[in-house]
């Protein structure tokens, strides 16, 4: 009967020792959704100012506070604005590295990446 017990005990402890790890991994899939979702939000932020400017092209004083936010923001971040067509075409990609990546070679990134096309 003792050693019931113990068998027991022993699957209960691994099932334990499994939710632990589901819940770690919960954790970090929602960090990593929160990222994604800033991310989204600060490029959404620029395409919007480029709406409003009716222009992709922005002012250097504009693009530096928007990658300082993005420094800021996001763990590692980094924001980066690329003519496709001056004046009617931009991409806009954000790049950041979550704390938990960043130990694990190589050091992972994540991006999100947008295209704004302003009609003519």
């Given at each position: 009967m003792l050693i019931e017990?113990?068998?027991s005990l022993l699957i209960f402890s691994l099932g334990v020792i499994?939710?632990?790890?589901?819940?770690?991994?919960a954790i970090q899939a929602g960090t990593d959704a929160q990222d994604r979702d800033i991310a989204a939000r600060l490029a959404n932020q620029l395409s919007s100012q480029m709406?409003?400017?009716r222009t992709t092209d922005l002012s250097a004083a504009n693009l530096?506070?928007?990658k300082d936010?993005?420094?800021a923001e996001l763990p590692n971040g980094e924001g980066d604005v690329t003519q496709v067509t001056t004046g009617t075409n931009a991409k806009i990609v954000v790049t950041w590295q979550a704390p938990a990546?960043?130990?694990t070679p190589p050091a992972a990134k994540s991006q999100f990446e947008t295209q704004v096309v302003l009609a003519q």
């Open positions: 017990v113990l068998i499994g939710l632990m790890g589901m819940q770690a991994r709406q409003i400017g530096t506070a928007w936010l993005v420094a990546y960043a130990t």
